[in-house]
């Protein structure tokens, strides 16, 4: 009788007690599909893992204080100037700290991927309808990473107490106080006192490293336990149907490729943090209430929320003696109304098509042209705002009136998304014609051949099972403009 060794009798142990056997058996062997877009997700999740390992690093030298010392240090030109704790303990990290300038780049490059991943990812999800049932939870649950993702870069950006990221808190002071009847109270309660008040440093800190993250990474977990449960959607191919997945085990084929994207990314942003300079505080100084910082531009994923407010005209109006700043008000209510919009676009999808069926392959963009339309007319809309938050820097770069640029965007904020949009639609029509040609009378091949009654065709070749099959293999839907009928 063979007798059990120790790392067995170990194993078997945990695994009368915790499953761990059984979940193995089950989970490791599951199923990825093998498709460029789905490293999307991957380049968020793995941008989150060095923004924690930086972050974590960052504070062991980070002074989140905005008690006033004079500044003593490496950078010359600041010695003898008197700033906040925050400023000063940020030019020691870039400066004194082994490495530290490298962490802080790596740690600020790693958010911007990190957000722009999850916006692709999510337009990927988009564009191709995997957010549809039974996936409409995971998706308010991705959502609702990139929203805290918007606001914990904010307070990122604003830890420095250098003069840019304190020209955005007052952009964020103004904001607030534009809020009828409410708003003094809530600048007041964030900022603890009068703007720039002494307390909004560690308040943001607290927020930036703690809550925030804690939130991002239990919602980075559930959507992960819920990829697993609902299993990965895939593109319609031969052999694949709503019931199964065809690609690469977990364990060990996907498991290796995945340790090695990760380095692949890890490795990136560290070339890029080592020879792209970004964010450099001691450029800008430290942060005075009298002074504004020239150029002021936030990161891109909040470009357009200023956008929004310097193309809006500076209306106010005045009801029982008190003054809306109707100019600051309208942008901040339809900033998060372009986010909402995002969030509950499956469930009115679901509503308006009467689309009830679980989805498990997903669409071609061109098979849904008037979700492509309203997808890309969204990303119109969201760039035109984004030009118009830096109108200062365009008008300055391409010698043109700032008024030129900032009407320029005002008339394009409500022409261009409507022309991406018909332009979108009728591009995705024209696509669909495309392949019905193709799946009717096959490619072209150039080869011209006389009949023997003396007319001229083109020979053309016909498309094998598999091309034949991508595409033929989706339901004909009811965009949204006519409910399908109920099974």
């Not at 559930?222 to 690469?248: C, D, M, S």
Request: proline share 5%.
């Amino acid at each position: 009788m063979r007798t059990s060794g120790r790392g067995e009798r170990v194993a078997d142990w945990l695994d009368g007690r915790l499953g761990i056997h059984t979940l193995g058996r089950k989970y490791l062997r599951k199923v990825f599909p093998d498709h460029w877009s789905f490293l999307l997700g991957e380049i968020c999740l793995y941008s989150f893992v060095v923004l924690v390992l930086t972050g974590v690093y960052l504070t062991l030298f980070f002074h989140p204080s905005m008690n006033e010392v004079t500044y003593h240090g490496s950078y010359v030109p600041l010695n003898g100037v008197r700033m906040s704790e925050a400023y000063a303990s940020t030019l020691h990290i870039s400066f004194d700290v082994r490495g530290g300038l490298l962490i802080r780049q790596l740690h600020h490059w790693a958010a911007l991927v990190f957000v722009a991943g999850m916006l692709t990812h999510m337009m990927r999800h988009f564009f191709t309808g995997s957010f549809r049932k039974p996936r409409e939870v995971n998706w308010v649950f991705g959502w609702t990473l990139l929203f805290l993702g918007l606001f914990e870069g904010l307070f990122g950006y604003s830890l420095p107490d250098d003069l840019l990221s304190g020209t955005g808190l007052r952009f964020v002071n103004g904001a607030l106080l534009s809020v009828p009847v409410v708003g003094t109270y809530l600048s007041m309660f964030l900022f603890g006192g009068e703007f720039p008040g002494h307390d909004i440093v560690a308040r943001f800190y607290s927020l930036h490293i703690l809550l925030i993250p804690g939130i991002m990474a239990a919602l980075v977990v559930a959507h992960l336990i819920l990829v697993v449960y609902h299993k990965h959607t895939q593109f319609a191919g031969p052999g694949r149907t709503e019931r199964n997945v065809i690609g690469t085990p977990f364990m060990p084929v996907y498991l290796a490729k995945a340790g090695g994207f990760f380095f692949l990314v890890f490795g990136a942003l560290s070339l890029v943090a080592a020879v792209a300079t970004i964010n450099p505080v001691w450029v800008y100084g430290p942060f005075r209430p009298d002074q504004v910082s020239t150029g002021a531009q936030p990161d891109w994923y909040l470009g357009f929320a200023e956008g929004l407010v310097r193309v809006m005209p500076g209306w106010e109006v005045t009801l029982w003696g008190h003054t809306l700043v109707l100019g600051v008000l309208i942008p901040i209510v339809v900033f998060p109304l372009l986010l909402v919009l995002i969030g509950v676009y499956p469930f009115l999808e679901a509503r308006v098509t009467g689309d009830r069926r679980e989805h498990h392959l997903l669409d071609r963009p061109r098979n849904r042209p008037v979700r492509t339309a309203i997808g890309a007319a969204w990303i119109s809309l969201y760039l035109i705002l984004l030009a118009g938050g830096g109108n200062d820097i365009v008008a300055t770069r391409l010698h043109l009136s700032i008024n030129t640029v900032t009407w320029t965007v005002r008339v394009a904020v409500f022409v261009l998304p409507a022309v991406v949009f018909v332009v979108t639609r009728r591009i995705c029509l024209g696509l669909q014609l495309r392949d019905a040609e193709l799946v009717l009378h096959g490619r072209e091949t150039g080869v011209i051949k006389r009949l023997p009654h003396g007319e001229y065709v083109e020979v053309h070749q016909p498309l094998d099972q598999a091309e034949l099959h991508t595409l033929t293999a989706h339901r004909r839907q009811r965009e949204l403009v006519e409910r399908e009928p109920r099974p």
